[in-house]
């Protein structure tokens, strides 16, 4: 019975991550408006009752993907990270983990892109989203207090710290862009720049 489980358990994930994989490619392909439930079911290879097993609606499987994804770019920036390092060593590590995600998962990034700019961001849970970037928010806090960062809102800090990467390595703003060791860590020194006192 145990086995039985496990095994039904591990096909619904593999099932969930098609669905998830599927509605990537179809919105990068086609956009928002026109990815139904039974195209993007059709990529899957499921039958669009299957969906409905896993998400409320189109709305919420979009929503899902999104949260998905960003909770899987929040582990990658996060991946090795020491708040015990000095707050710009933290800081320029995070953002060179950055670099590395995005330019090796760009069909996840032009998905993200995309949502961001919707009117489905309204449907987001922020705070389920800033969980996972909790340790990143406490080191910037951490920055300030030090008075090694500029006490501004995070926003601030974010922007000049990690947006430039996505412009930088989405290649049909900068096509000859080339995310080498020396490139990302100039750009992360340029941020640096920006935020510290």
């Not at 030090?146 to 096509?175: C, M, T």
């Amino acid at each position: 019975m145990i086995v039985y489980y496990r095994s039904v358990r591990v096909k619904n994930e593999i099932k969930r991550d098609a669905i998830i994989e599927a509605t990537v490619a179809l919105v990068n392909e086609i956009g928002f408006v026109s990815s139904s439930v039974s195209k993007i079911a059709k990529r899957a290879n499921v039958s669009p009752a299957t969906i409905y097993i896993y998400f409320q609606n189109k709305e919420d499987l979009l929503v899902s993907t999104y949260i998905e994804i960003k909770t899987c770019l929040a582990s990658a920036l996060m991946e090795g990270f020491d708040p015990n390092l000095p707050v710009r060593d933290a800081l320029l590590h995070a953002g060179e983990n950055l670099f590395k995600y995005i330019s090796t998962h760009t069909e996840l990034f032009y998905f993200t892109e995309q949502f961001a700019n919707s009117p489905f961001t309204d449907l987001v849970d922020k705070a389920k989203l800033e969980g996972p970037f909790r340790p990143l928010f406490e080191l910037l806090q951490h920055g300030i207090n030090q008075k090694i960062i500029k006490d501004v809102p995070f926003e601030l800090l974010l922007a000049h710290l990690y947006h430039p990467i996505f412009s930088l390595v989405n290649p049909r703003i900068n096509p000859d862009f080339k995310a080498s060791p020396e490139n990302i860590n100039l750009s992360m020194t340029m941020a640096w720049d920006a935020i510290k006192l």
